[in-house]
Nanobody, 111 residues
Framework: VQLVESGGGLVQPGGSLRLSCAASGFTFSTHVMNWYRQAPGKERELVAYITSTGRSTFYADSAKGRFTISRDNAKNTVYLQMNSLKPEDTAVYYC?????WGQGTQVTVSS
């Protein structure tokens, strides 16, 4: 299993980023996919997940109304669109499936 995140970076408060996670080594279309994040000095927390078909999603309270998780099963890729970013969204964002993790992508929200 390989999960490769991309799309992180430095953005000003109120800005947007779109994270991508390219997956391989398993049957992507049959698995729930998760996005987690870990801020400095804090535990890793679930941000959002999406079911295998994409019909159902879940968001942490901190992400509701600002973040959108989606997937393209033809491309074996899951996305996290993040809008109205806040400094408290600063973290390393990880893609996850079962017990497998990507290397993470840094998101920094700062003016």
């Amino acid at each position: 299993v390989q999960l490769v995140e991309s799309g992180g970076g430095l953005v000003q408060p109120g800005g947007s980023l779109r994270l991508s996670c390219a997956a391989s080594g398993f049957t992507f279309s049959t698995h729930v996919m998760n996005w987690y994040r870990q801020a400095p000095g804090k535990e890793r927390e679930l941000v959002a997940y999406i079911t295998s078909t994409g019909r159902s999603t879940f968001y942490a309270d901190s992400a509701k109304g600002r973040f959108t998780i989606s997937r393209d099963n033809a491309k074996n890729t899951v996305y996290l669109q993040m809008n109205s970013l806040k400094p408290e969204d600063t973290a390393v964002y990880y893609c996850n499936v079962r017990s497998y993790w990507g290397q993470g992508t840094q998101v920094t929200v700062s003016s």
